[in-house]
């Protein structure tokens, strides 16, 4: 065990290494000044030129580089030059909303899939069978956009059940802050529902036609324990590779779903900090991803460590 | 009241004087301000009603309330209403004195004494005197770019007494006051003004004397403004614009960000917020919701063909320039963005029907011109035979006119290459690239005091035009007596700019608000600004 975290403490030093390093000299290859961008049609050459000194940008490119490393190596991330403040605590401040959502519609995704698909792998043809089959082709086939607004013109506007879009924080007042959640974690749930229970689906029955189960059978195991001490967690494996990137993707930002529901994300300010050519914010978001991906696969494997043998004895 | 006000500015006594500070008295009495409101709401039958927060949205978060280093209306909109200036612009877009109540000129108009409102006081409880005034001044001088073009002008601002300014210029300059009537001439307390320098205000530093003040900043999601207590209002009721009485009627004001265009409908329709400025596209639709007014915007944009005069571009001639205005269709333009009828104003002006000292109808001849055949004859003159086009992605409005563009002149036997990039980087690439395009689209805002401000005129500005019968006209324009001299050249200027066509008007849109039908009393000024603006509970 102490084996595997140091590995995957050097495994994220390298990432990070290699990360930061290709989103800083990627910014920089964009077309745009970043120093107009922020002074605007209307300046003088000598007001963008003292921006350019302010941002740092009138120095060699490797003396940038340098700087901007040696002040993440002591955890500064900059200073934003859109909302003028440390990069930090405004990266911060975004990622609670996408971890919220983002885990959320994960955690209850996977309540609902596991006992369908058991459901489902347990009664085949039945009419269980059937609807999941229609859901999922149709679950995956829907864009995220268009299914939140038709969600909500219907429950929003229509029928005023949910609000329109909004961000209160659920920690601080959840009788606020839940509501706001429900439309966007609905959406988020129908495509991961859809893809986790076809892959669940698939691994079961894969799994129920294996030959080690028909000797548990021959062996007297009855068959709830055939299948709920055997191909269940074999089952499991492949998802929770699925479902651990599934979730680092939606931990990088769900941007078109923050701009629908107007949730101050991660995704979103990625998304903003790109057109105005903020390089703080882009390369500390996108380092802070860097670290979500790392730790979440750090966790994958964890899971793997508990839930197959082979793993463990290797 | 206004023209009386204005020609004693622009006369040759130049006196205004204490006939403005019996109505301040009369409003500053009241508590130190206007009468202001209690957090509780109260009723009349007809007329304001005080109390409530009113949300309104933007759609995007600038980062800042700072309207001297930030130009973003989203900025203006917010700033508006914490910060205020020397003087503002009136419905009519003629400077009104704001936190001056007099104003002396010399006779050669060079030296201005400003006498200072007594009793102004800001956000953090200090009382405004000409040493804040000159802080802020020399701030908006440096960080401000039309503070920068005021600055050649300008040899000394000094502070003889605390409630007196003096500004000595090295020449007459005629758009003096409406300059420093700008957003970006705001007023600070002079330690604020002196410790951000060239940076943004922060939170902390967000210190106006405007009708409400900052409460709450949460980075990318909204901006609070709750009401000031002690603000010192002017008792001209009529003047309308930014300038005048501004009574706080609004406990608070919400800015919420909100980009997604249907949020925003979704919002109003369900009373989620009160106010928004949405796209074109939606016009419709919101007129037709009962419980949805729709104002129109004071000023709005005139969008523009940016041309560049680099010598490789193909419109260094004079004669490609003028075929190119020949193969516009401007109503065809109009149409393609959506913007309804009634926002339109198709007339070629480079400002603003609203925006009188600078609205010109000189030229609308050749404006109105369209003859494809007579431009393709003009083109092949020129020798012009490929345009390369550079068109905005962010915007959908320059990509539909950019197609129209394109279709007009493939239909005349030219050649169109496009490039298509978000602004920032087409900005970039026309800068760095100076030969390397022919064409490209903006808009303006409609609200720009003196002509020598609109940028595409200016030889710094992408395309690079320069014309000296244009820096004549505006050295004509900078010593003008009066605003009818000054009136006279701004035709002058329109005029030449319509026969050498340093770029091309397509035409003006208005921009519109809807409002939530609990909304009364907003005017539709430029700013947004939502002072004298009420929530009606019934």
New interface residues.
């Given amino acids: 065990m102490l084996g595997l975290i140091l590995r995957r403490l050097r495994d994220l030093a390298i990432v990070l290494v290699l990360v930061g390093t290709a989103i800083f000299f990627i910014v920089r290859v964009i077309p745009g000044d970043a120093a107009l961008a922020v002074a605007g049609d209307q300046a003088t050459p000598e007001q963008v030129e003292a921006i350019r000194e302010a941002m740092g940008l009138n120095v060699p490119l490797w003396q940038q580089y340098v700087t901007w490393f040696g002040q993440l190596l002591v955890g500064d991330f900059g200073t934003s030059t859109s909302f003028h403040t440390p990069v930090a605590p405004i990266i911060l401040s975004h990622l609670l909303p996408t971890v919220t959502l983002a885990l959320a519609a994960t955690v209850l995704s996977i309540a609902i899939t596991v006992p369908l698909s058991i459901g489902v792998a347990l009664y085949p043809r039945n009419w269980l069978w059937r609807t999941v089959n229609r859901f999922t082709a149709v679950g995956i086939a829907v864009p995220e956009f268009w299914l939140a607004l038709l969600l909500v013109t219907v429950f929003a506007v229509t029928f005023g059940a949910v609000p329109v879009s909004g961000w209160v924080n659920p920690f601080v007042d959840p009788a606020a802050g839940i509501p706001h959640l429900i439309l966007p974690i609905v959406v988020l749930m129908v495509g991961q529902i859809s893809t986790f229970a076809l892959m669940l689906r698939d691994n079961l029955i894969g799994e129920m036609l294996q030959p080690y189960l028909r000797t548990a059978r021959a062996k007297g195991a009855r068959e709830r324990r055939v299948f709920y001490r055997h191909a269940l967690p074999n089952a499991l494996l492949p998802a929770v590779t699925v479902v651990g990137n599934n979730l680092g993707t939606l931990l990088g930002g769900i941007v078109v779903l923050e701009t629908i529901f107007v949730i101050p994300g991660l995704g979103s300010l990625l998304f903003q900090a790109v057109s105005t050519r903020d390089y703080a914010i882009i390369q500390g978001a996108t380092i802070v991803i860097a670290i979500i991906f790392v730790v979440l696969n750090f966790i994958v494997d964890l899971i793997y460590l508990l839930l197959d043998p082979r793993v463990r004895v290797s | 009241m206004i023209r009386q006000v204005q020609s004693t500015w622009q006369g040759r006594s130049w006196r205004l004087g204490a006939i403005l500070a019996a109505g301040m008295l009369l409003a500053g009495c009241a508590g130190g301000g206007s009468p202001q409101p209690t957090a509780t709401a109260t009723t009349s039958d007809d007329g304001p009603v005080s109390g409530g927060v009113l949300v309104q949205t933007l759609p995007?978060?600038?980062?800042?309330l700072d309207m001297a280093v930030?130009?973003?209306q989203v900025t203006q909109t917010m700033g508006s209403n914490v910060f205020e200036s020397l003087f503002a612009l009136d419905k009519a877009f003629q400077p009104q004195p704001m936190l001056v109540d007099s104003v002396e000129m010399s006779d050669d108009r060079t030296v201005y004494t400003l006498g200072l409102r007594g009793g102004v006081t800001f956000h953090d409880g200090s009382e405004l005197d000409s040493g804040d005034v000159a802080a802020s001044l020399e701030r908006f001088f440096t960080?401000s770019?039309?503070g920068?073009g005021v600055a050649a002008d300008v040899v000394s601002v000094e502070a003889p007494d605390p409630l007196t300014v003096v500004i000595t210029l090295a020449q007459p300059r005629h758009s003096l006051l409406g300059e420093l009537a700008a957003s970006a001439a705001l007023i600070l307390p002079e330690e604020i003004a002196t410790a951000a320098g060239?940076?943004?205000l922060?939170g902390a530093q967000t210190i106006g004397t405007g009708p409400y003040q900052l409460g709450q900043y949460?980075?990318?999601?909204s901006v609070t403004l709750e009401r000031f207590d002690e603000y010192s209002a002017r008792a001209e009721g009529d003047w309308g614009g930014q300038a005048g009485m501004k009574h706080a009627y609004l406990d608070g004001i919400e800015f919420?960000?909100?980009?997604?265009d249907?949020?925003v409908v979704?919002?109003l329709?369900?009373g989620?917020w009160q106010m928004s400025a949405p796209s074109n596209d939606q016009y419709s639709v919101l007129q037709a919701n009962p419980n949805i007014t729709l104002t129109p915007i004071a000023g709005g944009v005139v969008n523009t063909v940016i041309l560049n005069h680099h010598p490789d571009s193909a419109f260094a001639d004079v004669e490609a320039r003028r075929a190119l205005n020949l193969v516009i269709n401007k109503e065809d333009m109009a149409a393609v963005s959506g913007t309804a009828p009634d926002l339109l104003t198709m007339t070629g002006a480079f400002q603003a029907p609203e925006n009188a000292p600078l609205f010109s109808e000189a030229g609308t001849d050749v404006y109105e011109s369209y003859d494809p055949e007579r431009a393709k004859e003009q083109f092949a003159t020129a020798g012009v035979d490929t345009i390369r086009m550079l068109v905005p992605s962010?915007f959908p409005q320059m990509v539909a006119w950019g197609n129209v563009l394109q279709q007009e002149l493939t239909d005349i036997g030219l050649t169109v290459e496009i490039e298509s990039?978000?602004l920032?980087?087409v900005?970039?690439?026309a800068?760095?690239e100076p030969g390397s395009w022919d064409l490209s689209l903006t808009f303006i805002s409609g609200t720009v005091v003196a002509p020598p401000?609109i940028?595409w005129l200016q030889q710094?500005?992408i395309g690079g035009y320069q014309n000296d019968e244009l820096d004549e006209l505006f050295a004509e324009y900078a010593a003008a007596e009066d605003a009818s001299a000054a009136k006279q050249v701004v035709d002058r200027i329109q005029q030449l700019v319509w026969d050498d066509i340093p770029s091309i008007v397509l035409y003006g849109s208005k921009q519109y608000v809807a409002l939530d039908k609990s909304v009364k009393g907003f005017d539709g000024n430029f700013m947004l600004a939502l002072y004298n603006t009420w929530l009606d509970a019934s």
């Fill in positions: 995007n978060d600038p980062g800042t930030s130009t973003l960080v770019p039309s920068a060239a940076n943004p922060t949460q980075t990318g999601q919420r960000f909100v980009a997604e249907s949020t979704n919002g329709t369900t989620q962010n990039y978000d920032t980087t900005r970039a690439k800068t760095d401000l940028n710094k500005y």
